[in-house]
């Protein structure tokens, strides 16, 4: 049961991940990453070799990695959503959960928008959605560290793994909120490349170097 849960993560994050990844594949072969001989090297020995564009195949690999942790993280925010409506009927004390939830859903937004290679707006989405992971973690483990000084801190087992859990998940988010900050720093020139496609009601229409 206990890798059921995991492992029923990673598929639910998988399966949007591929259809969204394969379909927005070619918004990344807009982007060029070099210049090719255009002659052989026998030819460019008697005149100057002329060259042309290379471009990518697909999203580099640390996009993707960021875009799949993106997904893994923020689909947390329905589980969050149900905890927090059932806390808020309670009592009121799901009222906690809502930043979470807002940083959930940010994440989950940038996970598609890195995917599809949103000009602009995939680059601002990311940093805002991983200043939210960072801020929110930040505070979560400080009130886990006074906790510890009052009446309240764990007394007995099942406490303390509830307080190492904790603090363990939102360790692994602040390690996601880095590489997001990370790939999108790397990759900051393809992210504000304009697409090159045409819009028209509402479709894309690629060209012929993008399909």
Request: with cysteine; charged share 15%.
């Amino acid at each position: 049961m206990l890798v059921a849960i995991p492992l029923g993560l990673v598929l639910a994050a998988a399966l949007p991940y591929v259809l969204v990844e394969k379909k927005w594949r070619w918004r990344w072969r807009e982007v060029e990453i070099g210049r090719l001989p255009t002659h052989s090297v026998e030819q460019s020995l008697y005149r100057d070799s002329g060259t042309v564009p290379a471009y990518l195949r697909e999203a580099p690999r640390m996009i993707k990695v960021a875009a799949f942790s993106c997904l893994l993280f923020g689909q947390m925010f329905v589980p969050g959503l149900l905890m927090g409506a059932f806390g808020l009927v309670a009592g009121g004390i799901g009222l906690v959960s809502i930043p979470g939830l807002i940083t959930a859903a940010k994440l989950y937004a940038t996970g598609f928008a890195l995917l599809r290679r949103d000009p602009r707006e995939a680059y601002f989405k990311a940093r805002n959605a991983a200043a939210w992971a960072f801020w929110l973690n930040g505070v979560i483990f400080a009130l886990s560290l006074l906790l510890l000084a009052t009446p309240l801190r764990p007394s007995n087992g099942v406490a303390w793994g509830l307080w190492l859990s904790t603090n363990g998940y939102g360790l692994l988010s602040v390690l996601q909120a880095w590489l997001c900050r990370r790939a999108t720093s790397r990759y900051e020139d393809a992210l504000f490349l304009p697409t090159e496609a045409t819009r028209l009601h509402g479709t894309w229409y690629r060209h012929a170097r993008a399909a």
